[in-house]
């Protein structure tokens, strides 16, 4: 990873959702970064919170074919999806994934499931640190299970063949009503997905951690008005 995303991610370390929101109003950015509550965890860590994402949007981009599958054995359908996937419908492109991506996939209104329990370990295998998607994933009794830091829309179980073809990767999409550019910043936790345009990365980050720190102090006092034990979502910020 470059040294000037390791900077970027160590500002948002241990930021919420809510936190960057706020940070985004500071600055007038309302209703820029705010992704569609329709996109939502597919599960959540609530003692280490591993399902939170930090990351840079990698995107990709499907639409409808209109090449129909033409009538074929069994055998021969398994190598025609085979070859739909290396020649029609591959994306994310496994070279391009860099560390601390974000793999941001549109993919319109379908019964396709797009992040899976084998392909989204794959893409965490070359780097990316999870998957958002305004469409469906699958095998979500694996992905749960394996841990992999998932955002859908809902859950969908047929295959990009037969009705779907890449569009683009790392150019501009539209992923739950938010403009996504290749390199914003993504933040994911379970109150939903924001999105940081990465040249405001440093002003949301001063407001966010601020705004963070001033919760984290007045919940304090609360745990120990409560007698509650203090735990990690009441300290403060590391460097603050």
């Not at 990698?58 to 090449?67: D, I, K």
């Not at 591959?90 to 991506?101: F, H, L, N, R």
């Not at 992999?148 to 969908?156: D, E, L, M, N």
Request: hydrophobic share 35%.
């Amino acid at each position: 990873m470059t040294d000037d995303r390791k900077r970027i991610l160590k500002m948002y370390e241990g930021l919420r959702v809510t936190d960057v929101a706020d940070g985004m109003d500071y600055c007038m950015l309302q209703d820029v970064g705010r992704m569609s509550h329709e996109i939502e965890p597919l599960w959540r860590d609530v003692e280490d919170f591993t399902h939170r994402i930090y990351g840079f949007a990698h995107t990709v981009r499907f639409v409808p074919t209109q090449r129909r599958v033409p009538t074929m054995s069994p055998e021969e359908f398994g190598r025609y999806v085979g070859d739909w996937y290396r020649n029609l419908a591959q994306g994310p492109i496994g070279d391009e994934i860099q560390e601390g991506d974000v793999i941001v996939i549109d993919g319109m209104d379908t019964d396709v499931g797009f992040i899976g329990s084998n392909n989204c370990m794959g893409w965490l295998a070359r780097g990316a640190v999870g998957a958002v998607t305004n469409a469906g994933c699958r095998d979500t009794d694996e992905l749960i299970k394996q841990k992999c830091p998932v955002y859908a829309r809902y859950v969908a179980p047929a295959i990009r063949p037969g009705r779907l073809e890449l569009e683009s990767t790392n150019k501009l999409i539209n992923c739950g009503g938010v403009l996504v550019r290749p390199g914003d910043l993504i933040v994911a936790d379970g109150d939903g997905v924001v999105l940081v345009p990465i040249e405001k990365v440093e002003d949301v980050a001063e407001h966010a951690r601020r705004i963070a720190d001033g919760d984290k102090a007045g919940r304090r006092k609360l745990y120990e008005k409560l007698g509650l034990p203090l735990d990690d979502t009441v300290k403060p910020l590391e460097g603050d």
